[in-house]
């Protein structure tokens, strides 16, 4: 292909006339998503009350913050389009008292004075009737934050039968998740992987994540990468995943890992999604920096995009355990640091001046053999290059940014990939120079369609693709403009599209 035909088609593909095609039915999937995502409502705590003492925090679960309309209210109206492929978990502390009563965690009973229209009712009917008002509002489910101990005032000596009543009252309600944090008992890797196999003997439809202790990535349905600081939680985040991948012997893990606020990341990598950004963008309502969500560096609140994309992803190819697949983990570290300023962490003890660092592995796959990554002469800082392929045959590979000084920064690369086959979807993510897709074999097709995955448009790309013998190379202009075209106003996502192959 002349590289004049190649612009003159670039040009035509983004004209009025190429969107005026004949309507193409969207790449994604029209049926919910079956990936354990969900959005938590604790940083949305956090921001409405200032992020005050974790008992000021712990004061906003209330019912009228979930459900009602006022200003700062409306946490379950949040990511409206995405309420059918999440579910929405109640953080941090649905079942105490507001007075702070610590003798309540655990006791999984719906405290009556946070949730006053579930008063007086069954433990079970209580949690029914906050799932029935969940689901109302379009979300896949409800799910809870769990303290891993017997709440001290409803302890007992018989720790079978008390929790096989709360997970009756789960089955019973139809509740959909449970998020084990921690508790007396969550560091104990025996007593997480004994509550996960009597949870699914007894509500086997209750997906139960685990966290704290690695050695429980063999018996956990899902198991989360836990909190970190956002204003450096690429590397970090990173990190965690490759040595999670290999924290036990080849066989032994079953977990789907999530890598909690992180889409593109696991995407990249067959992780699921517990979603901590929010829709409350801006200064927290005293006036201050929002110092979980800084608007510095990624400005994770104004990549609202990047999230959607994630989820119609996981539409298309579902996050999958980590004993599934071979994995790759570079050798090769690259190392990230952000030179923190007031108010842009959490953690007290990074404060102004201080050097933010972590290293990660430069590339990591599963199932796909290492990528090549190429930079252009004169640059020196590589992306993070991460890349799955998933158990239905799909391929997902992302391009992940660095946090360098006080800059994100999105080095592009020509990166390329080895695959079997173009017979399945691939998505794309992130900003590259170029993607070459390497195949096995010739392969034969007769178009290539692409498409936001935030939006439902596809588009036929076939003639901005680059074919040389069984290489296919997209331009990283390409992945751009397609990866971007559904983004909504003023976000900052970097792109994703999902890309397929029409024989």
Same mark, same amino acid.
């Given at each position: 292909m002349k590289p004049k035909l190649i612009l003159s088609g670039f040009f035509c593909l983004f004209s009025l006339a190429g969107y005026c095609q004949k309507k193409q039915v969207s790449l994604v999937p029209d049926k919910p998503s079956q990936a354990p995502d969900y959005f938590c409502t604790w940083n949305v705590q956090g921001y409405v009350t200032s992020y005050g003492p974790s008992t000021v925090m712990r004061k906003a679960m209330i019912e009228q913050n979930i459900f009602g309309s006022g200003t700062y209210e409306r946490w379950a109206a949040m990511f409206s389009k995405l309420h059918k492929d999440l579910y929405l978990v109640l953080d941090d502390d649905w079942e105490t008292p507001l007075n702070g009563?610590?003798?309540?965690?655990?006791?999984?009973?719906?405290?009556?004075?946070?949730?006053?229209?579930?008063?007086?009712?069954?433990?079970?009917?209580?949690?029914?009737?906050?799932?029935?008002?969940?689901?109302?509002?379009?979300?896949?489910?409800?799910?809870l934050w769990i303290c891993a101990q017997q709440a001290p005032k409803y302890k007992t000596d018989d720790s079978i039968a008390y929790w096989t009543d709360r997970f009756n009252w789960?089955?019973?309600?139809?509740?959909?998740?449970?998020?084990v944090d921690w508790g007396n008992d969550s560091k104990k890797a025996a007593w997480r992987a004994w509550l996960t196999k009597l949870g699914k003997q007894v509500a086997p439809n209750l997906i139960i994540e685990q966290a704290m202790t690695s050695s429980v990535l063999s018996t956990a349905e899902t198991y989360r990468t836990y909190d970190v600081e956002n204003i450096i939680a690429v590397p970090h985040t990173i990190d965690r995943i490759g040595k999670l991948l290999t924290a036990l012997p080849k066989?032994?893990?079953?977990?789907?890992?999530n890598c909690e606020d992180e889409p593109y990341i696991a995407a990249g990598t067959g992780c699921a999604i517990g979603i901590m950004r929010h829709e409350f963008n801006g200064n927290l309502p005293d006036g201050t920096q929002d110092y979980t969500f800084p608007p510095v560096g990624r400005d994770?609140?104004?990549?609202?995009?990047?999230?959607?994309?994630?989820?119609?992803?996981?539409?298309?190819?579902?996050?999958f355990g980590i004993n599934k697949?071979?994995? #790759?983990?570079?050798? @090769? /570290?690259?190392?990230? !640091?952000?030179?923190?300023?007031?108010?842009?962490?959490?953690?007290?003890?990074?404060?102004?001046?201080?050097?933010?660092?972590?290293?990660?592995?430069?590339?990591?796959?599963?199932?796909?053999?290492?990528?090549?990554?190429?930079l252009k002469k004169g640059d020196s800082i590589p992306p993070y290059i991460l890349a799955s392929r998933y158990p239905d045959g799909a391929i997902a590979i992302a391009s992940i940014g660095r946090t360098i000084g006080r800059e994100y920064l999105t080095p592009r690369a020509d990166v390329l990939l080895k695959v079997e086959g173009i017979d399945k979807p691939f998505?794309?993510?992130?900003? #590259?120079?170029?993607? @070459? /897709?390497?195949?096995? !074999?010739?392969?034969k097709f007769k178009h290539v369609y692409a498409q936001d995955l935030a939006g439902n448009v596809p588009t036929d790309i076939t003639a901005q693709v680059l074919r040389k013998g069984n290489k296919f190379t997209l331009p990283g202009a390409i992945i751009d403009k397609v990866g971007l075209a559904a983004a909504s106003k003023n976000d900052q996502s970097e792109p994703g599209l999902v890309l397929i192959f029409k024989q």
């Open positions: 009563d610590k003798s309540y965690y655990g006791s999984l009973i719906v405290d009556d004075g946070r949730f006053p229209s579930v008063k007086g009712l069954p433990p079970e009917q209580k949690l029914a009737s906050l799932s029935k008002k969940t689901k109302a509002l379009g979300w896949k489910g409800l799910g789960m089955r019973d309600a139809d509740i959909r998740y449970w998020k066989g032994q893990a079953v977990s789907i890992i994770l609140k104004s990549r609202l995009d990047e999230v959607t994309r994630c989820v119609m992803w996981h539409k298309i190819a579902a996050p697949t071979d994995f #790759y983990i570079d050798t @090769t /570290l690259l190392y990230d !640091h952000w030179l923190m300023k007031s108010r842009e962490s959490w953690m007290s003890n990074h404060g102004e001046g201080y050097n933010n660092a972590f290293q990660a592995p430069a590339i990591i796959t599963r199932g796909l053999e290492k990528p090549i990554v190429t998505g794309i993510f992130g900003h #590259y120079n170029s993607l @070459t /897709l390497q195949v096995e !074999h010739p392969t």
